[in-house]
Nanobody
Framework: QVQLVESGGGSVQAGGSLRLSCVVS???????MGWFRQVPGKEREGVAG????????VYADSVKGRFTISRDNAKNTLYLQMNSLKPDDTAMYYC??????????????????WGQGTQVTVSS
């Protein structure tokens, strides 16, 4: 059974940083992994995606230059370093894994497995 477990969320003030982690178990090869976020009442939006070797990375325009996605395949772990956080970054953050590299990386339907989410709250 494939499981994705996120951690690292919390409450920070604007300008602060957080590092999210996502550990994958039950599956050793994720061709593509991504981070999404969702605010109640809104669609889940793609934040960042990365292929298996880390050579292909994409970011949503809203987080470019502030967030960094990375992965450690030996540890089966995905990371999201979030710097210069803004109140608009407040959301539930989810990691996701795809069997195949998607042609459009930041759409929800491209991913096969999801974690339960970790809450990030940024206060002004």
């Amino acid at each position: 059974q494939v499981q994705l477990v996120e951690s690292g969320g919390g409450s920070v003030q604007a300008g602060g940083s957080l590092r999210l982690s996502c550990v994958v178990s039950g599956w050793t090869y994720s061709a593509y992994m991504g981070w999404f976020r969702q605010v109640p009442g809104k669609e889940r939006e793609g934040v960042a995606g990365i292929n298996y070797y880390g050579g292909t990375i994409v970011y949503a325009d809203s987080v470019k230059g502030r967030f960094t996605i990375s992965r450690d395949n030996a540890k089966n772990t995905l990371y999201l370093q979030m710097n210069s956080l803004k109140p608009d970054d407040t959301a539930m953050y989810y990691c996701a894994a795809a069997r195949f590299q998607p042609s459009v990386p930041l759409i929800r339907s491209a991913y096969n497995y999801w974690g339960q989410g970790t809450q990030v709250t940024v206060s002004s």
